[in-house]
Every structure is written in C-alpha cells, then in structure tokens.
C-alpha cells in the first residue's frame, strides 16, 4: 500500500469513528506535518453528508410519488361512485314519473263513447220514438202520425262495425291529446337529473408560507485555480430532507463543490414537498505563492492546480534537468508524490511550470524533504 493510500484509508476510518488508538496517534502526527490532512478530512466528511442526504431524498421521492398516485386513484373510485349513484337515482325517477302519467291515462268505454256522441248532436235535431208495426216493413212514428215504409237492412254488423270504429278513433285521439303532458313531464326530469354538479374542493399550496434558508461555509481560492469550495452548515424551513443543487454563472449544474474557482454561484435548495429557494454564493479570490513542500516519505503529496483546459506539467531541479513531467487532461487534478519518470525519490528544490493550451502558464516550485 502506497503513503497516499494509506492517509485516504485512515481518513476513512476516522470519519466513520473506526480508527485504534495506534491510528489515531499516527493520523494526529501527519496532521502536524501536512496541514493538508485537514482538508482532506474535511472534503471526505463534506462529500459522505452530501451523499447521504441524496439518498434520504431519493427514499422520500420514491414514497412522495406513491403517495400522491394513491390518492389520485381513489379519487377517481369516488368520482365513479359519485356518477353511479347520481345515474341511478336518475333512472327511478324517469321510472316513476312513467308510472304515474301511465296510470293516468284512461281507456274510455263503449258507453262513454256513445253518450259522448250524442251530446256532440246539433241542438235543432229533433228525437223520435219508434216502434215496430204489427207487419214486419212498416215503421209508426208518434210524433207524425203516420206509417214508414221500413227499407230492409243489407248489413247486420254495420252499427257494430262503426260504433267500434269511433271507440278506436276515440281511444287515439284521447292518446294523442294526453302524450305531449307525459312527454313534458319527462323531458322535465331528464333536464333536472342531467345539471352538472359542481366540485368545490380547494386544494391548498403546501409551499405558499414556506421560506427556504441555508448557512454556507466559503473556501476561497487561488488566483487561476479552481480549489474554492462551498460547504452546507444548516438549513431551515420547508420540510426535511433536502436537496442542494449548485449551477455556474452560464446556468450549468456543478457535482463537484469542492474543486471551484473565483466567482458567482446560485444554489438551488429543494425541500421534500418540492418548496424551492434560491440562494447567491461567491468564492472569493486570495493571493497564493505557489511556493510548496513535501515529505514523500511519510504519503505527503503534492496537488496540482484545476483547470478547465488541457496542459503539460515540468517538474526540472536547480540544473534545468527534467525530473519528471506528465500531460494533464482538462480538470484534472494530479496528486504528485515527488517520485520522477524513473520511479526514484530524491530530496531537493524542484521548479515546476504548467504550460495550458492556451499558451497560459502556471509556475512555481517544489521542495521534497525527507
């Protein structure tokens, strides 16, 4: 296991409260002699809640999202038994108001229909008696006085037949006169049971008094260098948990809060009822002599600056020889543990120039002690 190896398996141990005695004394003493132990602890343990908390968030996401599909669905089963009852109690009464107009609706007799036609008669008609002669042609009449030749009758169902005719007539024309009442009725109560019915639930705005509030911790930065860092101290309001997301001056979401240079940022912080908030932060920049020194032998390294851009990393001694060199790949970050391209180690005074694509250059240099 290399030095550099074994300072990242202590500091992780230490924040997980898992280090003996033993190492806990030997992570003490690389604390007095790199105050970059520090940081490195500080980073990881930073990191370890940033996770955390976006694991909590994700839980209560995935519960939030059943939650609300639960309620939707039974709100669609009362809806359903809403509409049931109302389309039911709809249909008796259409039943009930046919019954009753039905019931209403008389079949007029034989007699009625025959006093019926007689009251129709002309008042200047005048009524007379008859009554049939000794002989069997001949009609008296009383009123005149005198004897009626009787014409012999052709067809014996003739009265039948028309009195049946007029029953029919009758029955239709009663029908017709009683339908436009039942079909008034009913279109009646069609137009009532088919109203719409009006919802006045309210739903109310969970993040109307809500305010969203953090307390950050700021690193500051190097001048040219992206080591600023932004760290979350305490949030209030809202619902817990929450959720932090950090975006440049062009709007682009950052996942590394540890690696940042000089300039604005916003945060957006989001409870777990999707209340929102944003927040303006500033990393500073501070003046850095890019003067370092390491002890190779005891896992300290040396950290090269961050940079957005490509670049080729010469690390000479005091002859102008090159000790060692490498190429470095946009952001990253090379943790240099004074070896050279040959793989030795050798105490001195080393320069070191980073030339970028750009044709930009950062220079300084490196002391490895023993």
């Known amino acids: 296991m290399t030095p550099q190896e074994n300072i990242e398996l202590l500091i992780r141990k230490f924040s997980r409260g898992q280090l003996s005695e033993k190492e806990l004394d030997e992570l003490e003493l690389l604390k007095q002699t790199d105050p970059n132990i520090q ?7 930073m990191l370890s809640v940033f996770i955390n908390e976006s694991k909590l968030i994700d839980i209560k996401n995935i519960a939030t999202k059943a939650h609300q599909k639960a309620i939707k669905r039974n709100d669609v089963i009362k809806k359903a038994v809403v509409i049931g009852s109302v389309a039911t109690i709809a249909f008796l009464g259409i039943a009930i108001v046919w019954y009753t107009n039905t019931e209403k609706q008389t079949i007029l007799t034989p007699t009625d229909t025959i006093k019926k036609n007689n009251k ?26 005198s004897i009626v030749q009787h014409k012999p009758v052709t067809n014996h169902t003739s009265s039948k037949d028309s009195i049946q005719k007029q029953l029919e007539n009758t029955f239709v024309d009663n029908k017709i006169i009683e339908q436009p009442t039942t079909t008034q009725k009913t279109n009646t109560l069609n137009k009532a049971t088919t109203t719409p019915r009006q919802d006045s639930t309210m739903r109310l705005d969970p993040c109307k008094k809500v305010t969203l509030q953090a307390d950050f911790s700021v690193q500051s930065t190097c001048k040219e260098e992206q080591t ?22 062009h709007h682009n979401p950052l996942d590394d809060f540890m690696h940042l240079e000089a300039g604005h940022y916003k945060i957006l912080i989001t409870d777990t009822k999707g209340c929102t908030s944003w927040q303006e932060i500033i990393v500073p920049e501070k003046s850095c002599q890019n003067h370092y020194t390491i002890n190779p032998f005891i896992g300290e390294t040396w950290e090269t600056p961050k940079k957005d851009k490509k670049g080729h990393l010469k690390i000479v001694d005091k002859k102008g ?7 470095l790949a946009p952001a990253e970050v090379l943790f240099w543990d004074g070896k050279s391209n040959n793989g030795d180690i050798k105490s001195g005074y080393y320069l070191f120039y980073i030339q970028y694509e750009d044709n930009s250059m950062t220079n300084g240099t490196v002391t490895i002690i023993e």
């Open 39 to 45: 940081k490195q602890i500080d980073d990881y343990q």
């Open 120 to 145: 129709s008669k002309p008042n200047n008609v005048t009524e007379k008696t008859v009554g049939l002669a000794p002989k069997g042609n001949t009609i008296y009449d009383s009123r005149e006085k």
């Open 228 to 249: 600023g860092s932004i760290k979350l101290n305490r949030c209030s309001g809202g619902y817990k948990p929450y959720h932090f997301q950090v975006y440049d001056i």
């Open 321 to 327: 020889n090159i000790y060692f060199s490498q190429n």
